[in-house]
């Protein structure tokens, strides 16, 4: 069975256990983002009881969270009245982090010049474990909802820029995050055994770049590129998108390359 890619896992639960036991750590604040974080998977509006269900509360403890974040915002009944949605004021916050983040800053000119190089689809996405997070979408003329979701987050394991990514972690830490991701395939090609990831791994370690063919949808064509930070570990990646319906990988390959690769390297601080 394959799957729809809506959001990836972020794997931060080993972490998260540790950080739990520090008297630092506000358990309310936790059980917040927990209703939140309820509407992550979900296809529509939720109930009470299906918002408590899945953020792990009982009803009443989720009633006055509802109750709470609805007064400031952050979650809003849905306009035909089926339930609750997100509010308004999350994008508040999701602006904070776009403007204040100095390599989206940085990037937003350099993707630009690229699209406008290459005419195909130009990402920017963040490394977060098992996930790649898309912070900046550049569309051209095959637009879709999803492909233009700021926010939107695909696995590491099998996508353009994870590959990308994992070539340039250590050996056993590329290995085990691969072992750590949910392999379901997303198409019949999704690369799901370990030796055959790291064997692409190994082959983007080797051209510097990465190639993935009917990973996430069938018929693209991606190209992945790592973005250093001043130590030398990768922190995001470009990924430059096509079709297989007007592409050869050959021809893509020989036409994005050279200038994925100047571009991570103008945005790369190592």
């Known amino acids: 069975m394959f799957r729809n890619t ?6 931060r639960s080993a972490n998260l256990e540790e950080e739990r036991a520090s008297p630092l750590f506000v358990r309310s604040v936790e059980k917040a983002m927990a209703v939140l974080s309820a509407f992550h998977q979900t296809e529509g509006p939720l109930t009470l009881s299906e918002v408590a269900s899945r953020a792990g509360l009982d ?13 400031l915002g952050y979650i809003s009944r849905d ?14 916050h999701t602006l904070d982090f776009l403007r204040l983040n100095p390599l989206v800053r940085q990037a937003t000119p350099v993707l630009q010049e690229l699209r406008t190089t290459v005419r195909e689809r ?31 987050s695909v696995p590491t394991f099998c996508t353009s820029g994870g590959l990308a990514i994992l070539a340039r972690l250590p050996e056993d830490t590329a290995r085990d995050l691969v072992a750590r991701s949910d392999r379901r395939p997303f198409t019949p090609n999704t690369m799901t055994e370990i030796d055959e990831i790291m064997q692409a791994v190994e082959q983007t370690r080797a051209q510097g770049y990465a190639l993935a063919l009917n990973q996430i949808l069938s018929g693209e064509i991606a190209m992945g590129f790592a973005i250093l930070d001043s130590k030398g570990a990768p922190v995001a990646a470009i990924h430059i998108a096509g079709s297989l319906a007007e592409w050869t990988p050959e021809e893509f390959r020989a036409r994005t390359a050279p200038l994925g690769q100047q571009a991570a390297r103008a945005l790369s601080k190592y």
């Open 79 to 92: 306009a035909n009245g089926h339930g609750y949605v997100p509010g308004v004021s999350i994008l508040d």
């Open 59 to 71: 009803r009443s403890a989720a009633q006055r969270m509802v109750h709470t974040m609805r007064a």
């Open 122 to 152: 130009i990402d920017l996405s963040l490394f977060d474990d098992l996930r790649m997070v898309y912070a900046v979408r550049l569309q051209t003329k095959r637009q879709t909802f999803n492909a233009s979701i700021v926010g939107h």
């Open 6 to 11: 809506i959001r990836a896992e972020t794997g």
